[in-house]
């Protein structure tokens, strides 16, 4: 897995690549949520598109990462949804609890 | 037969296998990713939960074909064994969580029990055993 962070006065942007698992995922955790409560901007965004495979521990980081955000009253989207990414967040039935758009275009425009 | 040890950063490696393998058993491409994502799921919760995150710790993994008579017909398949050598699974805690629940944890079981037709725990001597088969569609066949 690779992350890098983006930052504009609008939002945070994660770009996310390779494969989220539990030998990432941690690293995934500690850097979004670190993230959220510094920036402090009023979306967060998590760029999905490059993501080949999420396990059920990279989940439980977006969840996290959801309640980090609406705690300081942020937004939290995720972006351009891999089919994987899709598939886990479909099966756990929690991919209405997100907001999701196809683009960061999309989002940003949200 | 694969056998590996505990660290996470096999995980990617057994998927691979995985996916390869399901792939020229014939599996279709759904049913490839839920089956690897079961397996994945699996291997974590052993290194989670019954080596407690050690990194050293032993797995070994079987794969046979499987068989059974479903509707008067014979549907082929695939087992998957996996076994570990920690204490004995307490089976109060394999029972997954409500899915209605907004939090993180508690799904990896609900990811494999979705994906498999069989998913069983037993305990023989020293060894926890999950097995796992996965039958392909009638008309299919393994190999």
């Known amino acids: 897995m690779h992350i890098s962070t983006r930052r504009n006065d609008k939002a945070t942007i994660f770009d996310l690549s390779g494969d989220i698992d539990f030998a990432n995922s941690p690293l995934f955790r500690d850097s979004v949520l670190r993230e959220i409560r510094e920036s402090r901007r009023p979306r967060v965004l998590v760029n999905l598109s490059q993501v080949r495979y999420m396990d059920s521990s990279g989940v439980a980081s977006l969840i996290e990462g959801l309640k980090a955000s609406r705690d300081l009253g942020s937004r939290f989207i995720l972006v351009g949804l891999s089919r994987s990414t899709r598939d886990v967040l479909q099966l756990s039935r929690l991919i209405k609890v997100f907001e999701v758009y196809d683009n960061e275009e999309q989002a940003m425009a949200s | ?143």
């Open chain 2, 1 to 143: 037969m694969l056998a590996l040890y505990s660290n996470p950063k096999w995980l990617s490696v057994v998927r691979g296998t995985v996916e390869r393998l399901t792939e020229t058993l014939g599996f279709p491409i759904a049913q490839r990713r839920s089956i690897t994502r079961a397996v994945d799921e699996a291997l974590t919760n052993i290194a989670r939960h019954s080596y407690g995150n050690r990194l050293d710790q032993p797995i070994a993994m079987y794969f046979r074909r499987a068989q059974r008579r479903h509707d008067g017909q014979v549907q082929q398949g695939l087992e998957i064994l996996l076994c570990d050598s920690d204490p004995p699974v307490d089976p109060c805690k394999l029972q997954g969580r409500s899915l209605d629940e907004i939090r993180p944890g508690g799904l990896g079981l609900h990811f494999i029990r979705q994906a498999m037709d069989t998913v069983e725990f037993t305990r023989k001597g020293p060894t926890n055993r999950l097995r796992l088969v996965k039958y392909l569609a009638q008309g299919n066949s393994v190999l």
